[in-house]
């Protein structure tokens, strides 16, 4: 017997169950969960924190009744494939995607183990599903249109930065979407008049050379792309984006726990407890009536006034709640 979630739309967050396995399918004594990222350990942390709550919330807790085997590229997109095959070769009972290099790689790995997937684009646009109503096959998961939100990230800081006649956009060229945020900014910056220079890097010291060409590109203003890779390393980017002066915007609060300036978007630790729950409904389908709907945030701005005497000040919108 299947089970199905219809999709829901909460506020940008969209969430919905595609694939649960039979009732009476025979499972193993300890249940065997594959975690497959682009990204790496450290920085991932908080997010990993949450997914073992989701988890406990249904029940199960590493290194009593699951165990969890962890594979991260490291911002090496290029490993992902080898990793998914291994993790399929060893029979687990789930693969938790983290971000679309991740979820394609295990899509390509397998069509029979389910995979629970978080993602910050569109999971129809990007060949994931084929509906968020419908999503068929075996992925499931949640998808906040983080990478949708360019534009928007755009008009907040050109109202920061008023006086900010060329903006830089940082994004990763090994990404699965750069052309779409490169864009989605193009068609925001045209009409305010504002020139866009866009910068690529990959790797830690393009990175360094990418922001170190903001002065010499006389760049007001600085946006983020959304990226896996520039999540890991993004003491780094705060770290630059500081000693040269230019103000950014980010993606996850973390960037402004680390010192940047402003975010814009969805709350990371809560679609991390979502993958969690998800998880523990595919492996226990009895377990899904005991799960309420959390509150999820939406959208989040944190602004650091003066970095070393001011406290953050954080707004958020809260989806509704069913």
Known sequence: ???????????????????????????????????????????????????RQGLSETGYVEGQNLGIEYR???????????????????????IVASSPPAIHAAKEATSTIPIVFFTNVDPVGDSLVASLARPSGNLTGVSFLAAELHAKRFELLSELVPQAKVIALLVNPNSSSPERAIRDVQEAAQPKGVQLHILKASTESEIDAALAALVERQAGALIVATDPFFFIRREQIVALAARYA?????????????????????????????????????????????????????????????????????RSCRAPTR
Not at 3 to 8: P, T
Not at 72 to 94: C, T
Not at 273 to 284: A, C, K, P, T
């Open 1 to 51: 017997m299947r089970r199905r979630d219809f999709g829901s739309l909460l506020g940008g967050m969209a969430a919905f169950t595609a694939w649960s396995p039979p009732l009476n399918a025979q499972q193993k004594a300890t249940p065997v969960i594959g975690f497959l990222s682009g990204g790496a350990p450290g920085p991932a942390a908080r997010g990993m924190a949450a997914l």
């Open 246 to 314: 230019v103000p950014a915007i980010y993606e996850w609060r973390e960037f402004v726990t680390d010192g940047g300036l402003i975010s814009y978007g969805p709350s990371l630790t809560a679609t991390s407890r979502w993958l969690g729950i998800y998880s523990g409904r595919i492996l226990s389908p009895l377990t899904c009536q005991s799960c309420s709907r959390p509150r999820s945030s939406w959208w989040s701005i944190t602004r650091l006034r003066r970095r070393s005497a001011s406290p953050s000040r954080h």
């Open 72 to 94: 991260w590229a490291e911002g090496r997109y290029d490993r992902l494939p080898a990793m998914a095959a291994d993790l399929v070769a060893r029979k687990v009972d789930v």
